[in-house]
């Protein structure tokens, strides 16, 4: 067990209703700042190629050559202790499998995520643009997926917090939403509102607090417009027996089900570690 604060915290009937209508919730802080400061210092680590035991990433880390580009890449777990202890934590699962009512809860993956401060500068090289999760991840069987977000500082517009579309988890997955990495927000917006109800609503952290959403939730985030780097830590969860959905679409996980993986095979390996079982 590695998260120290709120260890007591159970999600109430009003969390899962805010889960349910709103496409994702905010918890109190899971972790306390002598943690937070690890992860930070895990960051720069990662970041100059300083990596715990003798595993490699799951792919080269996503590094621009543009100084105000985000950074990002997925699988710390396998290259930093620090990452691993909170990615795993059997209190996120029990956060997660309460919001899902599952029975149990594994990690499909995680990222670890750095955003420059670009201070003043015109650019929206930091920009996230409007995305679906599960627009990347359609070779699971189901979307019923979180996203849990955890901020390493105090976070909110200023410097690029994130900022989801209420209730967009009950649209359904729409066409083309993998657009992570496509920075212009009033182009997606109008793409994908479709005369929907587009109510934007920023997610306001303090640091050790997570925003928890659902793989269907859209949500983006703008430029970091302090002097200060925007850092994170992500566990994208999902729930046990999730299956490989065969022929719709490629992912690096498929292929750590093995060399001929079948349709409905569970992602149950230790690819997949268990955060909690009931």
């Not at 997925?74 to 990615?87: A, L, Q, S, T």
């Not at 083309?176 to 997606?188: H, T, V, Y």
């Amino acid at each position: 067990m590695t998260l120290q604060a709120e260890r007591q915290y159970t999600i109430t009937a009003q969390d899962k209703e805010t889960f349910n209508i709103d496409g994702y919730w905010i918890s109190p802080k899971l972790i306390d700042d002598e943690q937070i400061e690890r992860l930070r210092e895990a960051h720069e680590r990662i970041w100059a190629g300083q990596y715990d035991g003798d595993g490699e990433p799951m792919h080269p880390l996503y590094l621009s050559d543009n100084p105000d580009a985000l950074r990002k890449f997925d699988n710390g777990w396998w290259i930093n202790d620090e990452v691993h202890k909170v990615v795993t934590d059997p209190f996120i699962g029990e956060l997660c499998a309460d919001l899902l009512e599952a029975n149990e809860i594994r990690l499909w993956h995680d990222q670890v995520i750095y955003k420059p401060g670009i201070g003043d500068k015109a650019t929206a090289s930091g920009n996230v643009g409007w995305h679906q999760d599960y627009a990347y991840w359609q070779c699971s069987d189901t979307p019923d997926m979180i996203t849990v977000w955890i901020a390493l500082q105090d976070t909110d517009l200023t410097n690029g917090g994130m900022m989801t579309i209420l209730g967009s988890h009950k649209w359904g997955l729409i066409p083309d939403s993998n657009s992570f990495f496509n920075q212009d927000m009033d182009q997606l917006k109008q793409k994908y509102a479709g005369g929907r109800d587009w109510v934007e609503e920023p997610c306001i952290l303090k640091a050790g607090q997570a925003s928890f959403h659902h793989g269907l939730t859209f949500h983006g985030s703008g430029p970091n417009i302090t002097n200060d780097p925007r850092l994170s830590v992500v566990a994208h969860v999902m729930k046990g027996g999730t299956g490989y959905r065969a022929g719709i679409s490629r992912h690096d996980n498929i292929r750590l089900l093995g060399p001929r993986p079948v349709n409905g095979q569970p992602f149950a390996n230790d690819y997949f570690p268990v955060l909690y079982k009931r």
